[in-house]
């Protein structure tokens, strides 16, 4: 069974404030790919990043960055420097290798404050 | 542009009609194609595995006979909510992967939001 548990149900900062979003998940699969989506009002999912088990470097992409703990079985999200453009829903997912069938965290609701 | 459509975007039916759903592959023809669920401020639940040329395999739990699915062809997948209910009202959100095997390559659709009177 696979299951991704972010804790966080909303969190609220101010515009240029730094946040992190959680995402903890379970699986008995030794190789696996972990995602996070954004959700903006629009309901439109759009794909920010995948992770395979296998690769546990860190990785930045601008104001994104994800830091992957094996260990901990974590994949957490931060936003550097937010702007209200980042104000979304956050989903994590995870998917067995070669499976395409995504299991999605409860989301993390991010509004940030101008 | 968008690789997956949905239509249509949004839409409202009276209780006890039945509410088709279209997801197009615009870009890649596509064997399987996935519908999810999200209801308000809810995560995504996986409904079904949408197969062409054969049954959708459905996720425990839902039902087939209340949710019809057919792949009508390489581009195309339907979802028939029948016999709808309010409580059917949601957010359905199809996805298609590339057939290239891996499993980043998966696009969604925009979504549809159904509410039902």
């Known amino acids: 069974a696979q299951k991704v548990t972010q804790a966080q149900t909303e969190i609220s900062v101010v515009e240029k404030e730094d946040v992190t979003l959680d995402c903890v998940y379970e699986?008995?699969?030794?190789?696996?790919?972990l995602f996070w989506y954004k959700q903006p009002p629009s309901g439109e999912l759009v794909f920010l990043i995948r992770?395979?088990?296998?690769?546990?470097q860190n990785e930045i992409s601008g104001r994104y960055s994800w830091n992957f703990q094996k260990s901990t079985s974590s994949f957490n999200f931060t936003i550097t420097a937010s702007q209200v453009v980042d104000s979304a829903v956050y989903f994590c997912?995870?998917?067995?290798?070669?499976?395409?069938?995504?299991?999605f965290g409860a989301g993390t609701t991010v509004t940030v404050r101008a | 542009g968008a690789v997956v459509s949905q239509h249509p975007s949004r839409v409202i039916c009276k209780s006890g009609t039945s509410v088709k759903i279209e997801c197009r592959s615009l870009d890649f023809q596509a064997t399987t194609m996935f519908w999810y669920r999200q209801f308000p401020k809810k995560s995504l639940m996986l409904m079904a595995t949408?197969?062409?040329?054969?049954?959708?395999?459905?996720e425990q739990g839902v039902e087939k006979d209340k949710f019809l699915i057919n792949h009508a062809s390489l581009t195309l997948s339907t979802l028939t909510v029948t016999s709808a209910h309010p409580e059917d009202s949601s957010f359905y959100i199809c996805?298609?992967?590339?057939?290239?095997?891996?499993?980043?390559?998966?696009?969604f659709g925009p979504g549809t939001r159904l509410t039902v009177l």
């Open positions: 997912a995870l998917s067995p290798p070669y499976d395409y069938k995504l299991s």
């Open positions: 699986t008995r699969d030794t190789t696996y790919y």
């Open positions: 949408s197969n062409e040329g054969s049954k959708a395999t459905y």
């Open positions: 996805s298609v992967p590339m057939t290239s095997g891996r499993a980043d390559e998966q696009f």
């Open positions: 992770r395979n088990s296998f690769d546990e």
